[in-house]
T-cell receptor, first 109, second 114 residues
Framework: GQSLEQPSEVTAVEGAIVQINCTYQTSGFYGLSWYQQHDGGAPTFLSYNALDGLEETGRFSSFLSRSDSYGYLLLQELQMKDSASYFCAGDNYGQNFVFGPGTRLSVLP | EAGVVQSPRYKIIEKKQPVAFWCNPISGHNTLYWYRQNLGQGPELLIRYENEEAVDDSQLPKDRFSAERLKGVDSTLKIQPAELGDSAVYLC????????????FGPGTRLTVT
């Protein structure tokens, strides 16, 4: 089976750096995606790691280590608008797609 | 480019009534997904289509839920009869073939069953 774990809440101040971790237990796991969802909104795609290592997209970076069954999303230069829920999602070789429970990020002024 | 369109945005029904949700994916996206999201939780996949074929419906409660994507474009998800526990947001998403890691979500339908 496939399941992912994330911290339920993270709080940080504006301008800071925050890391949201995602660990998973799966068989046949392939890649890890990250999505952002504001309250009342739809999830929007942030990044995807198909290979181990770091992927950087502007202020957001994502990391994957398949040997450790672990990944994280790194948000730099936090802004108030980054307050949202963040989901990691596992790609089981395109056979199914499983979302983690989500981490609610609160950015304080 | 138009995004994923869903309707209705909100629906309130009494338990045991039927309800249907409609989704039109992004043009050219072969893969279509229906998810259910409860408050404070991640989206849960109900069914995934590749064109008109349902390739993963293992999480769809088939006793009351049904879905179709007859021409491989828009799709309908139905619940009959609805139960109180079905109250949730129903999200539709689409992705280009082979790129399931990057899904585009519609605004969702918020269903309340009373």
């Amino acid at each position: 089976g496939q399941s992912l774990e994330q911290p339920s809440e993270v709080t940080a101040v504006e301008g800071a750096i925050v890391q949201i971790n995602c660990t998973y237990q799966t068989s046949g796991f392939y890649g890890l995606s990250w999505y952002q969802q504001h309250d009342g909104g739809a999830p929007t795609f942030l990044s995807y790691n198909a290979l181990d290592g770091l992927e950087e997209t502007g202020r957001f970076s994502s990391f994957l280590s398949r040997s450790d069954s672990y990944g994280y999303l790194l948000l730099q230069e936090l802004q108030m608008k980054d307050s949202a829920s963040y989901f990691c999602a596992g790609d089981n070789y395109g056979q199914n797609f499983v979302f983690g429970p989500g981490t609610r990020l609160s950015v304080l002024p | 480019e138009a995004g994923v369109v869903q309707s209705p945005r909100y629906k309130i029904i009494e338990k045991k009534q039927p309800v249907a949700f409609w989704c039109n994916p992004i043009s050219g996206h072969n893969t279509l997904y229906w998810y259910r999201q409860n408050l404070g939780q991640g989206p849960e996949l109900l069914i995934r289509y590749e064109n008109e074929e349902a390739v993963d419906d293992s999480q769809l409660p088939k006793d009351r839920f049904s879905a179709e994507r007859l021409k491989g474009v828009d799709s309908t998800l139905k619940i009959q009869p609805a139960e109180l526990g079905d109250s949730a947001v129903y999200l539709c998403a689409s992705s280009p073939e082979g790129e399931s890691y990057e899904q585009y979500f519609g605004p969702g339908t918020r269903l309340t069953v009373t």
